[in-house]
């Protein structure tokens, strides 16, 4: 079961993946309302924050649900991000409270709990963007949307990058797997 929140002025999209009574958290945004009211009614347990990249719309709430115990994971190239401009934060919004994430992650297995994602390394949106794959689900963050991809001009973004990114994941697109985007 996958729900999506829509949440925060950027239209971010949360994603919410349960399998029994336990659920991952990818991207809170500023969903962190949305996602208490939704495991709360479900009767679920937060296992984990996964994050696509650093920047504050996705990140945002990361750190209420790190005060509740749930460990938050990040790619070691967007980690920077979470306590520091770098998440572009100052462009919009004045109150973003800085944290650590509790795992640095990179390419390869993940397993949490029942949950077994392959993270793939999709840099150019950012340093340190991650696809997260889910058994035939992927989680892409800002690399690619269902027209177009990611823009590629902040600071650590690359053009080269992001194309290199996009190919590789429009090959699992062409067997079948399904998109969930970061906007
Ligand atoms: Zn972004
Ligand atoms: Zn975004």
Do not use: W
Not at 128 to 135: L, Q, R, T
């Amino acid at each position: 079961m996958i729900q999506k929140i829509t949440n925060g002025e950027l239209n971010e999209n949360c994603y919410i993946l349960t399998r029994d009574k336990n659920c991952i958290v990818i991207d809170p945004g500023y969903a962190y309302e949305e996602i208490i009211k939704y495991t709360n009614k479900n009767n679920l347990t937060i296992l984990a924050v996964l994050l696509t990249h650093g920047h504050f719309d996705h990140s945002k709430n990361g750190f209420e649900l790190q005060k509740l115990g749930i460990p938050v994971y990040i790619h070691k190239e967007d980690a920077d991000k979470l306590y520091t401009d770098n998440n572009l934060s100052n462009l919009v919004d004045a109150n973003f409270d800085y944290y650590n994430a509790d795992y640095l992650i990179d390419e390869g297995k993940l397993c949490i709990g029942d949950f077994t994602f392959d993270v793939i390394h999709t840099p150019g949106h950012s340093k340190g963007s991650v696809s997260f794959i889910y058994e035939n689900n992927i989680f892409c963050g800002d690399t690619l949307f269902e027209n177009g991809y990611g823009r590629y001009d902040f600071y650590d973004g690359n053009y080269f990058d992001i194309m290199k990114s996009v190919k590789h994941l429009l090959k699992y697109k062409k067997d079948g797997y399904k998109f969930f985007y970061g906007h």
